[in-house]
C-alpha cells in the first residue's frame, strides 16, 4: 500500500523568507503527486501536482515543488512567505489504478510577521 | 468557475439517526469522490464514482452508502450513526478515470453527532 509521510507536524518561518514544506512517498509504479492547502473550517485547494516531465512543478500561489525520485520526495517550496500562506499543508499520492488518494498527516505551517 | 457543492455544510444528528449528505460536482466531471476528516487528522478515502459506477471502495463502514445519480451528484448515505462518525466529510470530483486527473474538493459537511 502507498504511503506519504510528512516529517514536521509545525513549520514556522518568517515573513518573506523562503519555506519549505517536506513530503515523501511511498515507491508504487509512476508517483502521482499533489499539494493541497485546507484553511480553517475551509476544504482542501488543489495547489499543484506532479504527474511526468520537469522535477520542478509550478503551481497556485506563487508555490512550487520539487519531484526527486532518488530521495522519493515531493518538497513544496516557496520563495517568500507570506502571512497569508499559514494554513494546513496535505501532500497526497494518487495511483494510476485505484483513484483515491492518500493523504500525509499535514503540516502546518505559520508565517510570523 | 463553478466548484463542488455540497449540502448541508453543517449537520447534527442524535446517536443511531440517519443522515444523507449530497455532492454536486464540477459541471462536466464524471468522478465523485468522498472523504471523511476526524478532528486533527487527514482525510480518508471513503468510496468514489464514475460515470454513476461505483469504481473504488476505502474505509466506508457498512452502515454508509453511497450512489451517483444521473445528473453525476452523488449522495452519502449514513445509516445507525454513532458518536465516531462525527467529522468533515469532503466530495471531490474530477474529469476521467485516472489516477492522475486532479480531484477539486467541495467545502465540505460537518457532521455532529450527539
Known amino acids: 500500500a502507498q504511503s506519504v509521510a510528512q516529517p514536521e507536524d509545525q513549520v514556522n518561518v518568517a515573513e518573506g523568507n523562503p519555506l519549505t514544506v517536506k513530503c515523501t512517498y511511498s515507491?508504487?509504479?509512476?508517483?502521482?503527486l499533489f499539494w493541497y492547502v485546507q484553511y480553517p473550517n475551509r476544504g482542501l485547494q488543489f495547489l499543484l501536482k506532479?504527474?511526468?516531465?520537469?522535477?520542478l512543478v509550478k503551481g497556485s500561489y506563487g508555490f512550487e515543488a520539487e519531484f526527486n525520485k532518488s530521495q522519493t520526495s515531493f518538497h513544496l517550496k516557496k520563495p517568500s512567505a507570506l502571512v497569508s500562506d499559514s494554513a494546513l499543508y496535505f501532500c497526497?499520492?494518487?495511483?494510476?489504478?485505484?483513484?483515491?488518494?492518500?493523504f500525509g498527516s499535514g503540516t502546518q505551517l505559520t508565517v510570523l510577521p | 468557475a463553478a466548484g463542488v457543492i455540497q449540502s448541508p455544510r453543517h449537520l447534527i444528528k442524535e446517536k443511531r439517526e440517519t443522515a444523507t449528505l449530497k455532492c454536486y460536482p464540477i459541471?462536466?466531471?464524471?468522478?465523485v469522490y468522498w472523504y471523511q476528516q476526524g478532528p486533527g487528522q487527514d482525510p480518508q478515502f471513503l468510496i468514489s464514482?464514475?460515470?454513476?459506477?461505483?469504481?473504488d471502495k476505502g474505509s466506508i463502514p457498512d452502515r454508509f452508502s453511497a450512489q451517483q445519480f444521473s445528473d453525476y451528484h452523488s449522495e452519502l448515505n449514513m445509516s445507525s450513526l454513532e458518536l465516531g462518525d462525527s467529522a468533515l466529510y469532503f466530495c471531490?470530483?474530477?474529469?476521467?478515470?485516472?489516477?492522475?486527473?486532479?480531484?477539486?474538493f467541495g467545502p465540505g459537511t460537518r457532521l455532529t453527532v450527539l
Open positions: 515507491v508504487s509504479g509512476n508517483p502521482y
Open positions: 506532479y504527474i511526468t516531465g520537469d522535477n
Open positions: 497526497a499520492q494518487g495511483s494510476g489504478s485505484a483513484r483515491q488518494l492518500t
Open positions: 464514482f464514475y460515470e454513476k459506477m461505483q469504481s
Open positions: 471531490a470530483s474530477s474529469l476521467e478515470r485516472s489516477g492522475t486527473d486532479t480531484q477539486y
Open positions: 459541471p462536466r466531471h464524471d468522478t
